[in-house]
């Protein structure tokens, strides 16, 4: 793969990224969603996603203590 492709397409998908969040919020906004709402359920969502993981990395750090070399 070329270096000139392979940029392009890293620019393509950076691009989609950065227009993703704007276009959900105008789509919501169309749909009759207040921003003020999708922030506080995006927060939410991030939330209890961030906390899961949390609760997931605890259980193996203390499922790991009672195998110490990994057997």
Do not use: R
């Amino acid at each position: 793969m070329s270096s000139t492709l392979q940029h392009t397409t890293e620019t393509g998908v950076s691009m989609a990224t950065k227009a993703a969040a704007p276009v959900t919020v105008s789509i919501a906004t169309v749909a009759g969603y207040q921003v003020s709402e999708i922030l506080l359920w995006a927060t939410l969502i991030y939330t209890i996603l961030m906390i899961g993981h949390k609760l997931y990395s605890i259980y193996k750090d203390i499922k790991n203590k009672d195998k110490p070399y990994g057997f």
